[in-house]
């Protein structure tokens, strides 16, 4: 398929993922990429909930900033671990307050130091413990994690096709995957999705490669697999910022062609606060700013 080929569909739909930011240049370089990527229309742009808790309040902040401050519809994540069921409805309950009306319902990565997950002896054992409590809260959209390599913890592919459906059952509208690079390995996990009967929507997360030793760590922590032809691609260029972006790019163009070809029409960028390449590919996908709006003065 031709480049032109990606705008001969109908426009696809992209959400952007976004950490928060812990120094002043941090902030500077977020806000940056959420000016340059906004004029996209994304469905939605999502802030990222660091282990433990331990962003909860650079999460709120950011998620309100985005709320008051831009047209975008920000997207809260929420996890279960180091805190009270009591304390994580709170926080949920703030967001339905500020006006936030979708969350990303996370289980969440065991606090920096501890190698295993385990519940908080008053928390939510499960994401879908935290999906379903939420629907106390408010009438929030829910969004789930989804993992087409499945989830290092889990006992087998099966068990952890069973949790996502838990989650599903529960009340989340719609998974997002854990970023991959083999599209096969998506397309064969929402074959096997479909047939244990989930039905939502399963959006593919993609992650451009910006920093190649970055990615494969990311990799060894979430049971992604980096495939040899990918790291070939990226060896020899530690020190060559440009040809590693022109490298990075060829390959997201060609993951996300992949996907449109098996009618995928929906990504979700991991855009780890840098906004050029995401914004490249989505305008190889066919996406273009919104025309600016004439001022009373026009």
Request: some cysteine; hydrophobic content about 40%.
């Amino acid at each position: 398929m031709s480049v032109s080929a990606f705008q001969e569909r109908a426009e696809p739909q992209v959400s952007f993922e976004f950490f928060p930011p812990k120094t002043e240049k941090m902030e500077e370089d977020l806000w940056v990429a959420i000016r340059r990527l906004a004029p996209l229309g994304p469905r939605f742009v999502s802030v990222t909930y660091g282990a433990g808790g331990s962003t909860r309040l650079r999460t709120h902040a950011t998620v309100v900033r985005i709320l008051r401050e831009t047209a975008l519809t920000p997207v809260a994540h929420l996890t279960c671990v180091g805190a009270a069921r009591e304390e994580v409805l709170a926080v949920a309950q703030d967001y339905w307050d500020a006006g936030v009306r979708h969350i990303v319902a996370l289980r969440g990565d065991p606090p920096e130091g501890e190698k295993v997950y385990r519940p908080h002896p008053r928390g939510f054992a499960y994401a879908s413990d935290l999906v379903a409590a939420l629907r106390t809260v408010g009438d929030f959209e829910i969004s789930v994690a989804g993992y087409p390599e499945t989830h290092p913890e889990a006992k087998s592919p099966k068990d952890d096709l069973d949790n996502l459906k838990r989650k599903i059952d529960a009340g989340a509208s719609r998974a997002i995957t854990q970023f991959f690079f083999d599209t096969g390995l998506y397309f064969r996990f929402l074959d096997r999705a479909r047939a244990a009967g989930i039905t939502v929507p399963i959006v593919p997360g993609i992650l451009p490669v910006t920093n190649f030793p970055q990615v494969r760590r990311f990799a060894g922590l979430c049971g992604a697999t980096v495939p040899k032809w990918l790291a070939e691609l990226f060896d020899g260029l530690e020190e060559d910022a440009e040809t590693r972006k022109l490298v990075a790019a060829s390959v997201v163009a060609e993951q996300c062609r992949r996907l449109t070809e098996g009618g995928v029409n929906e990504f979700h960028f991991y855009t780890l606060n840098r906004a050029d390449l995401t914004y490249a590919i989505s305008h190889i996908l066919g996406l273009r700013p919104a025309p600016a709006q004439p001022t009373d003065n026009e």
